[in-house]
């Protein structure tokens, strides 16, 4: 196996931010990286020197993907082509391409998947990415890989802001069942640290409804199926979208179960009582009660009580009953009946 230093990867990325982050990762993983921004510009660095990759970027100026890779291909067939254009098969990436269309920087989120097929495209041993990116994708902490996590979780923080905050009816949505959430969690007793990712959670829970049309999300009148099917796909998407940006799998856990029902009716897995993880369980407690008190294109918001009516009647059924009652005495209050050790 060659020497990552011996190894040149040329990237091929028309957005600024893309290029400075994916030099970033591979120069911080070992490999020699040089980045253009158009076809052109990646016809002249092959003809000027070898390399071992070319990492192929979205629409670069003067030629599509598609044809660059052949043309280099033709050309320099010792240059291993690796072209990162999101397909129609794969949702996540279709997501991360729509969210690129607003302007965040969602590149990131191939990153790990990237560094995989690099060194699989290399023939490398398969060995876990070096440097700050890498260790923050590993969950290794060091000061460096947490502000490189800081960031990436700021952007997607932001992305769900930004993506609630175009809707009158979702604005601050999950910052304020984040809040009701942690209240929540201090009544059922949930230990600080799994306090902590309840609410990190709660916080990003609906980031993948990025990847369903503004159309079916804002629609006043009933569903469809096919509306219904695309809307029931965000928690998966979501999961997704946060995996190589949230190392926790109990954070990403709670995001895909938190429209699971206590009787199995739920989506995406039909999980039923306590095979649903207790955050989601919790989670989809505080997240009926803000969608009930807020208007929604399609109903006017109800008053608490009402809306703790509503609660107490899918008790048992879509919601475990202890949470229900938890959330009912945050909401009103107090506290009565202690629960157990484990918050039931
Ligand atoms: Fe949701």
């Not at 070992?30 to 629409?59: Q, T």
């Not at 690129?100 to 920087?105: A, E």
């Not at 700050?132 to 990436?152: C, F, Q, T, W």
Request: charged letters at 25%; glycine letters at 8%.
């Amino acid at each position: 196996m060659k020497e990552r230093t011996q190894l040149r990867v040329l990237v091929v990325e028309r957005r600024p931010s893309a290029r400075k982050f994916l030099m970033k990762a591979l120069t911080e993983s070992g490999y020699a990286a040089e980045a253009v921004a158009s076809a052109a510009a990646a016809l002249k660095a092959c003809a000027r020197s070898s390399f071992s990759l070319a990492i192929i970027g979205l629409r670069p100026p003067g030629m599509s993907a598609f044809d660059l890779a052949t043309t280099m291909n033709e050309r320099w067939p010792n240059t291993t082509i690796l072209v990162t254009t999101p397909t129609e098969e794969q949702p996540a990436a279709l997501a991360c391409l729509r969210a690129g269309d607003h302007d965040y920087v969602m590149r990131p989120f191939d990153l790990k998947d990237l560094l995989a097929h690099t060194r699989r495209a290399l023939g490398q041993e398969p060995s876990p990415p070096q440097g700050a990116v890498g260790a923050a994708l590993n969950g290794r902490p060091n000061g460096e890989s947490r502000a490189v996590r800081r960031v990436l979780l700021g952007a997607v923080k932001a992305l769900s802001s930004a993506l609630e905050a175009k809707d009158l009816y979702t604005k601050g949505h999950s910052e304020r069942v984040s809040r009701l959430v942690g209240r929540m969690t201090k009544v059922v007793e949930i230990p600080p640290r799994e306090a902590r990712r309840l609410r990190l959670a709660a916080r990003l829970h609906d980031v993948g409804k990025i990847g369903v049309p503004e159309s079916v999300l804002s629609k006043p009148g009933p569903l469809s199926e096919d509306e219904y099917r695309q809307i029931k796909a965000h928690p998966v998407i979501g999961e997704r979208i946060l995996g190589p940006v949230v190392a926790d799998s109990e954070v990403l856990s709670i995001v895909r179960h938190h429209h699971e029902h206590w009787s199995g009716r739920g989506y995406p897995d039909r999980l039923a009582g306590e095979e649903i993880p207790l955050g989601a369980r919790i989670l989809a407690v505080a997240d009926a009660f803000d969608a009930l008190t807020s208007d929604r294109p399609y109903r006017p918001r109800l008053d608490t009580q009402a809306a703790l009516e509503v609660l107490r009647a899918g008790a048992g059924r879509q919601w475990e009953r202890s949470l229900v009652e938890a959330v009912i005495r945050v909401v009103e209050g107090f506290s009565v009946n202690p629960p157990d050790k484990h918050g039931r």
